[in-house]
């Protein structure tokens, strides 16, 4: 009796480690990577996780910390991250919050950064892949500076608490 072929250019494909774990699913048509593509690691948890057309990254794209929680999630349109993304501390807590367009190298929008304890330690503007100001703070969520082109601003605080401001280089007169 004739056994159908497995097509091996068509439809659901699973691969497995040699100790018998999952490695990887996905699904082709004509050969090419289509839809949602996983892999995992030899322990048999879900490392990556992506959306493929035409067998490049184009949709949601989300990777995994050894232990299963969220390491990164974002949006790939041709390759390129775009629009919202998030990357979190393995205990689960926000380490980058990103809003941009563009492929990396020109994107536009705001990068905001956080501490292990969820206080912004940073909050980043770009345009065209470069920064147009970036803000800093001190870990107990007080500023720390400003930048922007040909401008320093740097804060310090003094024993009582009194903000004292440095404007490139000059300090600036108590308000």
Do not use: C
């Given at each position: 009796?004739?056994?159908?072929?497995?097509?091996?250019?068509?439809?659901?494909?699973?691969?497995?480690?040699?100790?018998?774990?999952?490695?990887?699913?996905?699904?082709?048509?004509?050969?090419?990577?289509?839809?949602?593509?996983?892999?995992?690691?030899?322990?048999?948890?879900?490392?990556?996780?992506?959306?493929m057309t035409d067998g490049m990254p184009n949709g949601y794209y989300r990777t995994y910390f050894k232990s299963g929680h969220l390491q990164f999630e974002g949006f790939m349109k041709e390759g390129s991250f775009e629009g919202p993304s998030k990357e979190y501390y393995e205990n689960g807590g926000i380490k980058t919050d990103r809003n941009t367009?563009?492929?990396?190298?020109?994107?536009?929008?705001?990068?905001?950064?956080?501490?292990?304890?969820?206080?912004?330690?940073?909050?980043?503007?770009?345009?065209?892949?470069?920064?147009?100001?970036?803000?800093?703070?001190?870990?107990?969520?007080?500023?720390?500076?400003?930048?922007?082109?040909?401008?320093?601003?740097?804060?310090?605080?003094?024993?009582?608490?009194?903000?004292?401001?440095?404007?490139?280089?000059?300090?600036?007169?108590?308000?």
């Open positions: 009796a004739l056994v159908a072929q497995d097509d091996i250019i068509n439809g659901h494909k699973t691969e497995y480690y040699p100790n018998g774990k999952l490695m990887r699913e996905y699904d082709v048509t004509d050969g090419v990577l289509q839809g949602s593509y996983k892999f995992y690691n030899e322990n048999g948890v879900l490392i990556l996780d992506q959306y367009t563009g492929p990396a190298m020109n994107a536009s929008g705001t990068v905001t950064d956080y501490n292990e304890d969820g206080i912004v330690i940073s909050i980043t503007v770009l345009a065209g892949g470069k920064p147009v100001s970036v803000k800093t703070y001190f870990a107990d969520g007080r500023e720390k500076g400003e930048q922007s082109e040909g401008r320093m601003v740097s804060y310090w605080y003094d024993i009582n608490g009194n903000k004292h401001t440095s404007i490139n280089g000059v300090e600036q007169d108590k308000e």
